[in-house]
């Protein structure tokens, strides 16, 4: 046990290395607010998609249909529960629609499923591979987080697919595609390796921005316990066992299995905070729920990680 908890950690410790230094460059004002938001663009329209391509093309784990429905299914149903739950967990912590019970609902639901998983998950199983299917599983987050999650925030149902139809979920479609359709020895060696080089550095930059943009939330933001504390049981306590629970209990792929297990171990994410401020959510919310949860999970990812493997019998 101790031992997989130093594997795990040693895994988490560049990871948090290069969001020190983006807190660092955001601090000593060497990456600039508007820097920081074109670093941003940069990995969303461009970064995250080559990426993205390069580890789904060619991937045999997704060129079965099924699978790839479970993948997707699968993402939207787990935050779709985790957003409920944080919805009926907020009202236990006397929280009410108007005061940020609908914000904390969707910034606690939804855990940081794209940046920050992906070196931990690659440290651990050691299995690029594993990246396709987190795509994959990222696209059901992602329509969950624009239908329930938009829906919940501004307290309507109206949904528009403009509002999911992003350049990384863009790619894993295309991607899918090409699977399915037989067609990826059309992308051969040079244009593989070109997508490679340009997805290399998709996750220290978001990370790096990532470290920037935290220090913008602590000085911008009051920090209130109750939130804070909520937040940390619930989605680094409560929301864990159920999502280790779920893939115990339903029969899916053990790629699957190893994803969720990563997921399960994730801070809140900060993209809930941009629904905040636009869906009419209170941002203050959305900011403690993050810190909060970033911060504590240095402690409890590791344990969370071992754990889920250990049962899981991964």
């Given amino acids: 046990m101790m031992s997989e908890s130093l594997l795990v950690l040693n895994a988490l410790i560049p990871v948090f290395v290069v969001i020190g230094v983006g807190v660092l460059l955001r601090k000593y004002n060497v990456l600039r607010e508007e820097v920081e938001r074109g670093m941003m663009e940069m990995v969303v329209k461009v970064l995250m998609p080559a990426l993205t391509l390069a580890n789904i093309i060619g991937n045999e784990s997704l060129s079965d249909l099924r699978e790839v429905g479970t993948l997707v299914g699968y993402g939207f149903l787990s935050l779709l529960v985790a957003v409920l739950v944080a919805y009926g967990f907020a009202g236990l912590c006397k929280m009410k629609r108007g005061n940020g019970k609908r914000t904390f609902a ?35 987050v992602e329509l969950a987080m624009w239908t329930v999650g938009v829906a919940m925030m501004r307290g309507d149902k109206k949904f528009t697919w403009q509002l999911v139809m992003k350049p990384p979920v863009i790619a894993v479609f295309f991607g899918l595609l090409v699977n399915l359709l037989g067609l990826d020895y059309l992308f051969t060696a040079p244009v593989m390796g070109s997508l490679e080089m340009l997805g290399a550095p998709a996750i220290p930059v978001a990370l790096i921005v990532i470290g920037a943009g935290l220090v913008e939330l602590l000085r911008k933001e009051r920090f209130d316990w ?59 919310v959305a900011v403690q729920v993050v810190v909060a949860t970033t911060i504590v999970s240095v402690v409890t990812m590791p344990l969370i990680v071992v754990l889920g493997v250990q049962f899981l019998g991964l």
């Fill in 106 to 140: 969707v910034s606690a639901g939804i855990q940081n499923y794209g940046y920050m998983g992906v070196p931990l998950l690659l440290s651990i199983f050691n299995d690029r591979e594993l990246l396709g299917v987190l795509f994959t599983y990222n696209v059901g």
């Fill in 226 to 284: 109750l939130v804070g504390a909520g937040a940390v049981l619930l989605r680094l306590a409560v929301l864990p066992v159920l999502m280790i629970l779920s893939v115990w209990l339903i029969p899916v792929p053990e790629e699957l299995k190893k994803v969720v297990v990563v997921q399960a171990a994730m801070p809140a994410a900060m993209f809930p905070i941009v629904l905040a401020k636009h869906y009419g959510g209170r941002p203050e």
